[in-house]
T-cell receptor, first 114, second 117 residues
Framework: AQTVTQSQPEMSVQEAETVTLSCTYDTSESDYYLFWYKQPPSRQMILVIRQEAYKQQNATENRFSVNFQKAAKSFSLKISDSQLGDAAMYFCAYNPFAASKLTFGTGTRLQVTL | SAVISQKPSRDICQRGTSLTIQCQVDSQVTMMFWYRQQPGQSLTLIATANQGSEATYESGFVIDKFPISRPNLTFSTLTVSNMSPEDSSIYLC??????????????FGPGTRLTVT
């Protein structure tokens, strides 16, 4: 069974600074998708970024980028120029290719301070 | 993506009763799912709602406790039956696949916060 591990229960970053959230996963599959979701206090799950395992290039969405290391089964999220609105729970998630079965990590609570 | 709504947004129910949660999407989608998020925890997949057939349940979840319907490509319901305080959670629906595009991305509804007393 696939597992997703987020080893940082809480992180804090100052406004305008950069923070990296860690995620590792375990799978025997070669094709899969990885995602970062954000859940603010409103509880709405928001898709932040996605990475296809067959792509070597790291995904980027505005201030959000990932460092995908397939051999190490590592998928970290970097948030640049942090803003107060980035404060939320961040979940890493794994989806096997053509199986549509998301497995979530335990989450990292990000605080953004002035 | 699509606009996904859930009703009710929250409810407080007595033990032994049942609650049906609705999930409505503003466009046809291939896949619909139901998740549970217990207080302070991550999301756990309950089942995949299949259009026109029985839902596919994950280990630890059974149809008698969580009956699911999906009568068409835009609507699904989840019923939490014979509730106990342990069922107090946020229940979220998600969708994947719009029209003929398969993106393997899931988009979530706003969730239903259920408290069982």
């Amino acid at each position: 069974a696939q597992t997703v591990t987020q080893s940082q229960p809480e992180m804090s970053v100052q406004e305008a600074e950069t923070v990296t959230l860690s995620c590792t996963y375990d799978t025997s599959e070669s094709d899969y998708y990885l995602f970062w979701y954000k859940q603010p206090p409103s509880r709405q799950m928001i898709l932040v970024i996605r990475q296809e395992a067959y792509k070597q290039q790291n995904a980027t969405e505005n201030r959000f980028s990932v460092n995908f290391q397939k051999a190490a089964k590592s998928f970290s999220l970097k948030i640049s120029d942090s803003q107060l609105g980035d404060a939320a729970m961040y979940f890493c998630a794994y989806n096997p290719f053509a199986a549509s079965k998301l497995t979530f990590g335990t989450g990292t609570r990000l605080q953004v301070t002035l | 993506s699509a606009v996904i709504s859930q009703k009710p947004s929250r409810d407080i129910c007595q033990r032994g009763t049942s609650l049906t949660i609705q999930c409505q999407v503003d466009s046809q989608v291939t896949m619909m799912f139901w998740y549970r998020q217990q207080p302070g925890q991550s999301l756990t997949l309950i089942a995949t709602a299949n259009q026109g057939s029985e839902a596919t349940y994950e280990s630890g979840f059974v149809i008698d406790k969580f009956p699911i319907s999906r009568p068409n490509l835009t609507f699904s319901t989840l019923t939490v039956s014979n509730m106990s305080p342990e069922d107090s959670s946020i229940y979220l629906c998600s969708v994947e696949g719009f029209g003929d595009r398969e993106t393997y991305e899931q988009y979530f509804g706003p969730g239903t916060r259920l408290t069982v007393t």
